[in-house]
């Protein structure tokens, strides 16, 4: 049994859509909110909408969630199993005189509501069976209402917002359990909030009109009112409420797209919350400094890229070890099984060191990572080199290159024959030059060199080496490649620039 004062809140998503971005914050401030206090992060299922309900979704809230590692304390409940309890509490609150059954059709309710504009009052509900003894003659379905105080007011101390007051009067005598026989949303929430032995409340301020009704069950049921915080929304930056039209807004679609769990959270940690001006939070330091003291309470901007920024910044904080796991987890589809079997060495943990500092995707490491670990010749798009202003200029880096291949392979003929540091049987027993001993540097030296004696500038002579080398004009560093690719396949693709 936990400690009964420990805080215990819960994220209570409806399965009628992929977890989107709003979800995954409401989930990680309850997340961090439990974690910072030693409490309890329950979740809880709402698919009391049989209809809408699917589970497909709720299977993509517990996958994205265990991805985002906001992982859950006790087994989730699920709604639909409990709905006989809902029921049972709506009835006891009949028993107790704080609800009653209404038999008014939704005609009549309508014609009620209809009337009350028409007379200038809000369209409400005329409370006919509030006082009723007896169902009429005839009548055989129902609603169930609650007896909400015809005066006065409630309030609670909003912990992002202070202090916020409703009337009693513009409540209704709102409905529990529909003609159906099905909860609604506010009766469901607080019976399993109750159940669940709820300290804090936190979630989207969408829901803030419902907070004072919750107030009255809380009050029916006996059960001390939780804390609540109602976070202020998200909008896209044509400052409207986010949605699919802004782009991914499902937090798996933003893993396919490479992105870290941490730099999401970061991200949306950020959103709306602050501490001092620190903007790159690892896990543990957001759950460190997490308050609701600096949550703002205006909606906050979704910023695609300062979320890109943010995720470059964290895959430069993690290891090329997890990196290479990613990629083969959530990338697999990129690679043929040859090349994926040669990712998966210490060769492709060395090759991803050398690109995770220029990438802002995991995606985009993949995706330079393939053909550097591709056995044999690339494709090369021969046409987008420039080979310099002059059309002559292209034969005298063909030599310079012819050159290059030769110094080298000379060192490599002269090395003793040490077995290779590199142990990844898939790439064969060639060394690299990195394995001879030769440097970052002394790549370059030598690249530079050369070029002096062709008279060429080290980029012209860069470009259709890195082109043939890893088959993009944009990659990680040529030297850094040359030293970690085996000699003989950089050999082979260099000497393709022959026929480019
Ligand atoms: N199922 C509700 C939603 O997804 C949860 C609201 C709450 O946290 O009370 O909006
Ligand atoms: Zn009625």
Not at 7 to 15: E, H, I, L, N, T
Not at 395 to 412: G, M, N, T, Y
Request: aromatic residues 8%.
């Amino acid at each position: 049994m936990s400690n009964p004062n420990s805080v215990r809140v819960r994220f209570a998503p409806s399965p009628t859509g992929f977890l989107h971005i709003g979800g995954v914050r409401a989930a990680l401030y309850n997340w961090l909110y439990a974690r910072k206090n030693g409490g309890e992060f329950l979740l809880r299922i709402e698919d009391t909408d049989l209809e809408r309900s699917e589970t497909r979704y709720t299977e993509d809230f517990l996958k994205s969630l265990k991805w985002l590692g906001l992982q859950w304390d006790e087994e989730p409940l699920f709604q639909s199993k409990r709905l006989d309890l809902y029921k049972k509490r709506a009835d006891e609150l009949v028993e107790q005189g704080h609800a009653y059954r209404c038999y008014c059709s939704e005609a009549d309710v309508e014609a009620m509501r209809e009337r009350a504009m028409a007379a200038g009052q809000k369209p409400q509900y005329d409370r006919t069976c509030r006082e009723r003894k007896t169902p009429p003659p005839g009548a055989s379905t129902y609603v169930i209402r609650t007896k909400t105080p015809l005066e006065g007011f409630v309030e609670f101390e909003d912990l992002i917002r202070g202090t916020i007051r409703f009337e009693n009067a513009d409540l209704d005598d709102f409905v529990l359990i529909r003609s159906n026989g099905a909860p609604t949303y506010n009766l469901s929430v607080v019976v399993d909030d109750v159940a669940s032995r709820m300290t804090h409340i936190l979630r989207g301020d969408d829901h803030i009109n419902n907070t004072p009704k919750q107030l009255h069950l809380y009050r029916f049921f006996n059960y001390p009112v939780p804390k609540f915080a109602h976070l202020p929304m998200i909008l896209g930056a044509d400052k409207k409420k986010l949605s699919k039209r802004h782009g991914a807004v499902s937090a798996n679609a933003y893993r396919a797209e490479g992105y870290l769990p941490e730099a999401l959270l970061n991200f949306l940690a950020r959103l709306g919350w602050s501490h001092g001006d620190q903007e790159v939070f690892s896990v543990d330091e957001m759950v460190q400094h997490f308050s609701f003291d600096h949550v703002q309470k205006s909606s906050a901007v979704f910023n695609t890229e300062k979320l890109l920024w943010l995720n470059g910044t964290h895959i430069r904080n993690t290891t090329a070890e997890r990196l290479l796991g990613i990629v083969i987890e959530d990338f697999a589809e990129f690679f043929d099984p040859e090349t994926s079997a040669r990712i998966d060495t210490a060769i492709g943990v060395e090759l991803v060191r050398l690109i995770q500092p220029k990438v802002k995707l995991v995606k985009e490491l993949a995706e330079q990572l393939v053909p550097l670990c591709k056995p044999g010749q690339l494709e090369v798009d021969v046409a987008t080199i420039k080979w310099g202003k002059d059309p002559g200029m292209k034969s005298v880096v063909q030599a310079a290159v012819r050159h290059f291949i030769e110094l080298v392979s000379k060192k490599v003929e002269a090395a003793p024959q040490t077995p290779r540091k590199g142990k990844d049987a898939v790439w064969g027993s060639s060394p690299s030059l990195g394995d001879l001993g030769m440097s970052h540097q002394d790549v370059d030296a030598l690249m530079r060199q050369v070029g002096e004696q062709h008279g060429i500038k080290l980029g012209e002579l860069a470009q259709p080496m890195r082109a043939a080398l890893t088959g993009k004009l944009v990659s990680a560093g040529l030297f850094d490649v040359l030293t970690v690719l085996p000699w003989e396949l950089s050999e082979s693709r260099l000497k393709r620039i022959e026929n480019f």
